[in-house]
């Protein structure tokens, strides 16, 4: 069983960076496919971006194309976001997620058609106008 803890959320104003971080339990982290995920109040659960063990990313909203990027450290159990050009948008509930096991497609598994398993609790980042 894998336990996600995400941090380095927090209160930014708009145009502001985070980077954000999830570290991960597991001997077999480097084999991990490992996603970013948030919600907001009122609205869906969306993808802001997944990489794969080979470091492949996507980055399925548009809305952070070009402004976050999502890494790797396997040496640190460790996956992060970072988030520039923030914007009112963005606040919402940022989520770790992690799919140990299955050899699936990533665009299967970030857009939600595959079901995701293993979830950090959190973390909240807000971004004032």
């Known amino acids: 069983q894998v336990q996600l803890v995400e941090s380095g959320g927090g209160l930014v104003q708009a145009g502001g960076s985070l980077r954000l971080s999830c570290a991960a339990s597991?001997?077999?982290?480097?084999?991990?496919?490992m996603g970013w995920f948030r919600q907001a109040p009122g609205k869906e659960r969306e993808a802001v971006s997944c990489?794969?063990?080979?470091?492949?990313?996507?980055y399925p909203a548009d809305s952070v194309k070009g402004r976050f990027a999502i890494s790797r450290d396997d040496a640190k159990n460790t996956v992060y976001l970072q988030m520039n050009s923030l914007q009112p948008e963005d606040t919402a509930v940022y989520y770790c997620?992690?799919?140990?096991?299955?050899?699936?497609?990533?665009?299967?598994?970030?857009?939600?058609?595959?079901?995701?398993?293993?979830w950090g609790q959190g973390t909240q980042v807000t971004v004032s106008s």
């Open positions: 597991g001997r077999t982290f480097s084999r991990y496919k």
């Open positions: 997620a992690a799919e140990p096991g299955r050899d699936i497609n990533l665009q299967l598994l970030c857009t939600g058609t595959a079901s995701i398993d293993h």
């Open positions: 990489i794969r063990q080979d470091g492949s990313r996507i």
